[in-house]
């Protein structure tokens, strides 16, 4: 079992393309699974020696109700080599984020989604929000925290600071706002205020929606002032920010124009917070998608090396072969970290660690390499 992020990239995520375009370096090091069991895990992160994720192995997925489906957060300490479960309430809880030794998650307990943290050294929980509306994956940098809520009756940004227990609406605009993320004073999302959505049609494709104008917005909470980060007439989401750069997932190369999916060209664009300047990551003509990024390295989910699926029943839907690739900023060098011809998927990454989400078993593991340090 898996749930997506955002809705806006799930039909990213299972695209089947072909190799094509340039090649890049394998990357040298050992893939080690964190997990491995009859059951699924996802949306991992990681901070320092800790990986987060959710984890389904006490799920009951045979009911139609999705709030009893008991879903856990679990955390894994490379240091100690010890896994640990977080949350032990019989309902759903997804989408962890990591920073120090805070883990905040989205919680259905309550029977609407709330955002919920855990304290690592205190071994405390607390519930963040209150509000009878859904709240939805949160992310977490120092003392504050945003999240995509909803009591507004369209998806706006919130942030609670930990230490001032104070509440705050950074969005207003009526349109949707999703995908946050934060770095010290900077959030940054995806926006659809200027987008031209087509109304409802039954014989709408996905390409029509995908023309769309969706953008990257960013708020600096020092000087209360609210950018456009893209200005490009195509769809751009689920934004990554670390120091002073922003990623994400860019459709300005695509070819829309094909119902065939190994005809699209996604790529993965930087913008510089300081320099001003939006810099394209990928050139490669297959879909490169959902970065991340620490430092000067960015790490993305890659089709390039897509393999034929199997005609075998059993592995029907396992074998699109998505692998993940990273980029080193300052060398400008690119790297093949897995190599594995079952999916791999949803990076994060932490200094010279990197997890994923690995299909490999047959079920959804996180795996972890450890890359070589930057020069």
Known sequence: MIIKKTAAVCFLSVLLLTATGTVAAQTEGNETPITMGESDQNDPAIYADIVVWTDWRNANTSSDELLVWNADIYMYNTSMEEEVQITANE?????????????????????NADI?????????????TDNESDQWYPAIHGDRVVWEDMRNGNADIYMYNITSGEEIQITSNESLQIDPVIYGDIIAWTDTRNANIPEDDPDLKLQDLLRSNVDIYMYNLSSGEE????????WQEGPGIHGDRIVWTDMRNANLTSDDWLEWNVDVYMYNLTSGE??????????QLLPAIYGDRI???????????????NTAGMQWNSDIYS???????????TADPFPQEYPAIY?????????RSGYFDIYMIELAEET
């Open 278 to 287: 939006e810099t394209q990551v990928t050139t490669d003509r297959s879909n």
């Open 351 to 359: 200094e010279d660690t990197v997890v994923w989400v690995d299909m």
């Open 299 to 313: 790490v993305w989910e890659d089709y390039r090396n897509h393999a034929a699926l199997s005609t075998d029943m």
């Open 91 to 111: 309902s759903l809880q997804i989408g962890p984020a990591i920073y120090e030794d805070r883990i905040v998650w989205t919680d259905l307990r309550n029977g």
């Open 327 to 337: 980029y080193n900023i300052s060398s400008q060098e690119e790297e093949q970290i």
């Open 227 to 234: 950018t456009q980060v893209t200005a490009n007439e195509s």
């Open 116 to 128: 919920y943290m855990y304290n690592v050294t205190s071994k405390e929980e607390t519930q963040l």
